[in-house]
């Protein structure tokens, strides 16, 4: 999904766009998805993609949203990150590009993998009661 920097801007709050677009952070325990613990699906805050279910969040402690996997190995892109003088893995929305956070390697079984989100760069869509 391509849009040009004024596509996104006219799309995304001010905090979406620095988060998604300029791989801004959002500060530990502040975010909306911190705690949440309802089920459903998280999906990108730019395009929608299908990102990540509740049955794969956990409480990893370190003040962001945390997953031990995506919904799918197409959802989610990983990508080497050097910022900042380290070196990290970084994980973007396979559909849109937008940053989302940073993968770790200190995460639950079965994946060992901390997959440590940005909320501001997800939406989450509440399962209904009545879906299976």
């Not at 006219?10 to 613990?37: A, N």
């Not at 940053?99 to 901390?114: I, Q, W």
Request: aromatic letters at 10%; proline letters at 6%.
């Amino acid at each position: 999904m391509k849009k040009s920097e004024d596509e996104w801007k006219k799309i995304l709050t001010s905090e979406e766009f620095l988060v998604l677009r300029k791989k801004g952070t959002e500060p530990p325990f502040k975010g909306k998805y911190v705690h949440q613990t309802a089920e459903g699906t998280y999906v990108c805050a730019g395009c929608g993609n299908q990102l990540f279910s509740s049955e794969t969040k956990f409480d990893s402690g370190s003040g962001w949203p945390s997953f031990f996997v995506p919904v799918s190995n197409d959802a989610v892109l990983l990508k080497p990150d050097i910022s900042l003088g380290m070196k990290r893995t970084e994980a973007v929305c396979a559909c849109c590009g937008g940053h989302l956070g940073h993968v770790f390697d200190d995460g639950p079984a079965p994946t060992g993998l901390r997959y440590c989100m940005n909320s501001i760069s997800l939406h989450f869509l509440e399962k209904k009661k009545s879906d299976p």
